[in-house]
Nanobody, 125 residues
Framework: QLALVESGGGLVQPGGSLRLSCIAS???????IGWFRQAPWKEREGVAR????????IYADSVDGRFTISRDNAKKTVYLQMNNVNFDDTGVYYC???????????????????WGQGTQVTVSI
């Protein structure tokens, strides 16, 4: 059974940067990976998704142009580079694994059946 562990969260000032990592216990080659986040008193929302081969990438409108998702299958790791962060980026960030090869990438929570425990990102002055 695949297991995911997120890391790299922390406290960052507005306009700053963080890089999150999602490290897998075994091969990621058969999974698309999505990053989601959950702010206090809000539902979990999709942030970015990367296909198995890395060619298919989508972003939520709120992070497009600021965040970059990438993967290194040899290292069993997916990254989320967060630049120019703002207060709305605060939350617990989770990565999820989608085992289905989909014709169209999407950020639907129900598509992901394996989740990490999350890493906290706090944007504060």
């Amino acid at each position: 059974q695949l297991a995911l562990v997120e890391s790299g969260g922390g406290l960052v000032q507005p306009g700053g940067s963080l890089r999150l990592s999602c490290i897998a216990s075994s091969s990621l080659e058969r999974y698309a990976i999505g990053w989601f986040r959950q702010a206090p008193w809000k539902e979990r929302e999709g942030v970015a998704r990367i296909s198995r081969n890395g060619r298919g990438i989508i972003y939520a409108d709120s992070v497009d142009g600021r965040f970059t998702i990438s993967r290194d299958n040899a290292k069993k790791t997916v990254y989320l580079q967060m630049n120019n962060v703002n207060f709305d980026d605060t939350g617990v960030y989770y990565c999820g694994a989608d085992p289905i090869a989909r014709l169209q990438s999407r950020l639907l929570i129900g598509d992901y059946d394996i989740w990490g425990q999350g890493t906290q990102v706090t944007v504060s002055i």
